[in-house]
């Protein structure tokens, strides 16, 4: 097992399916262009040799499937069928929830129990203003169809100074009606937010303001997290729970156990590091003959990880899926 100075190793890959997304948020694309599939995307069979691999090679135990947005990708149910049979812990899927309805009946098909959904807002205008693609309604219902199929559902809300603090409320109580779990996201220094501080703090909301926000209404108390778990949790007794991703109030690269692989073959060790190792050559090859090169490759990107914060990162979040 590759292991750093810190005690860290990998244990949670996050795989990107595809760069294509059918919305542009604001803090994701600058240009509010909608991307598209890179021409040198790997097959659903190239990525799943990939997840074999570095299950063997790193001790991978849990997969989640990100994009880009996934559920947009042609690959998805090839992807899905074959990674199924790898005997992984646990496989998730991060989505925008858009095509959720349509494709619900593959999902519970394939085995997926657990999702998470991005949603910023609850509110219509807000939301076409944020996600510029796609519409709130078709997210909402597919909310309410994975739910009763008896899916686990988070939903991922970045809280944005002057787009949606005033949803904050709202949402968390659709989450807690719901017997969802709220993730608010603080706001990364990633892509063009890092090359832009004053645009970052002018949109950025910490931590202590949101549980300030959160305590004129409930009285909450900290709940149980796994050891390397991104999301502090907290508990609101009689109503459920909800959890703060504080990359920037309380760091947690000391025990990120997080590996990325994007949808064209480049290994990511860190989102806060502009290395990335390109694999894509070695999931052709044979096992024996891939093994040792990735595991070269995964010492190196585990010697990416930030010993104590996350500084930023110019990586695009769209290209890896957070
Ligand atoms: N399309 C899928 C979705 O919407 O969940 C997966 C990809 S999306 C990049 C994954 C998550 O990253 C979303 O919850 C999104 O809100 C979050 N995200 C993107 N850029 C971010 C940033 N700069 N800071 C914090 N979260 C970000």
Redesign the pocket.
């Known amino acids: 097992m590759i292991v750093d100075r810190q005690g860290r190793r990998f244990r949670n890959l996050r795989i990107s399916l595809t760069a294509a997304?059918n919305?542009a948020?604001t803090?994701?694309v600058p240009d509010g262009k909608r991307l598209v599939a890179a021409q040198d995307e790997l097959s659903a069979q190239a990525l799943v040799r990939g997840v074999a691999y570095l299950i063997e090679a790193a001790g991978i135990e849990r997969l989640r499937i990100?994009?880009?947005?996934?559920l947009v990708s042609p690959k998805l149910e090839a992807f899905l069928r074959e990674v199924s049979g790898l005997g992984l812990q646990d496989i998730s899927l991060?989505?925008?929830g858009q095509l959720l309805t349509r494709k619900l009946p593959l999902l519970l098909d394939t085995g997926i129990r657990r999702l998470?959904?991005?949603l910023?807002t609850l509110d219509p205008q807000a939301f076409r203003r944020i996600a510029r693609g796609g519409d709130l309604a078709s997210v909402l219902d597919g909310l309410e169809a994975a739910s009763a199929a008896g899916l686990k559902i988070k939903l991922?809300m970045?809280p944005l100074r002057g787009q949606n603090l005033d949803q904050v409320m709202p949402l968390l109580d659709y989450c807690l009606e719901r017997g969802f779990e709220l993730r608010f996201?603080?706001?990364?220094r990633?892509?063009h937010?890092a090359r832009d501080p004053n645009g970052f703090l002018q949109q950025f909301v910490g931590m202590p303001e949101l549980l300030a926000l959160i305590g004129e209404r409930y009285e909450y108390l900290q709940a149980d997290a796994p050891q390397d778990a991104t999301a502090l949790r907290y508990e609101i007794p009689g109503q459920g729970f909800f959890g703060v991703i504080a990359n920037e109030s309380v760091p947690f690269c000391r025990t990120c156990s997080r590996l990325r692989l994007s949808s064209t073959g480049w290994l990511h060790g860190c989102l806060s590091s502009s290395n990335r190792h390109f694999v894509g050559d070695l999931l052709d090859k044979p096992r024996h003959e891939a093994l040792p090169a990735l595991q070269r490759l995964l010492v190196r990107a585990l010697g990416d990880k930030q010993d104590v914060a996350f500084s930023g990162g110019v990586t695009v979040?769209?290209i890896i899926?957070?």
């Open positions: 997304c919305y948020c803090y994701c990100t994009g880009g947005e996934p991060t989505t925008n998470n959904v991005s910023d991922n970045v996201i603080e706001l990364m990633m892509g937010l979040m769209k899926g957070g």
